[in-house]
C-alpha cells in the first residue's frame, strides 16, 4: 500500500503555470507508476499524464501535450506535475494515483490522493 498526498492547486489567470507535487508514503514508491488524473464540476474525471515506476516512460493527454511535464524522483518519494500556459479548461481537482500496471486506465489505479484544485480564470 501507499499513501499519496497532492499539493500546489491554486487559482491563476490563463497563461500561467503551476507545479503540482504527489508525495508518497509507505510501500515500495519505486515499484508504482503514478498517473495524474482530473475532474472538473459535471465531468468525468479523466487522465491527465502517467509516468513509469522508473521514470522511463510517459503519457499524456492530447489536451496537455506540450504544456504539462511529469517527472519523478524515487528517493524524494515525490511525482510532480509542471503545468505551463494554462487555461480555463485546464479547470478541475487533480489527484495523482498509483498503480503496478503501466496504464492511463483509471480503473487499474489502487491508491489515490485526495486532489488539488486548479482553477485558471481567463
Known amino acids: 500500500q501507499v499513501q499519496l498526498v497532492e499539493a500546489g492547486g491554486s487559482s491563476v489567470q490563463a497563461g500561467a503555470s503551476l507545479r503540482l507535487s504527489c508525495a508518497a508514503a509507505?510501500?515500495?514508491?519505486?515499484?508504482?507508476?503514478i498517473g495524474w488524473f482530473r475532474q472538473a464540476p459535471g465531468k468525468d474525471r479523466e487522465f491527465v499524464a502517467r509516468i513509469k515506476d522508473n521514470g522511463g516512460s510517459w503519457d499524456y493527454a492530447d489536451s496537455v501535450k506540450g504544456r504539462f511535464t511529469i517527472s519523478r524522483d524515487n528517493i524524494k518519494r515525490t511525482v510532480w506535475l509542471q503545468m505551463d500556459r494554462l487555461e480555463p479548461g485546464d479547470t478541475a481537482l487533480y489527484s495523482c494515483?498509483?498503480?503496478?500496471?503501466?496504464?492511463?486506465?483509471?480503473?487499474?489505479?489502487?491508491?489515490w490522493g485526495r486532489g488539488t484544485q486548479v482553477t485558471v480564470s481567463s
Open positions: 494515483a498509483a498503480s503496478l500496471l503501466t496504464t492511463t486506465y483509471i480503473g487499474s489505479y489502487s491508491y
Open positions: 509507505g510501500g515500495y514508491f519505486s515499484r508504482y507508476h
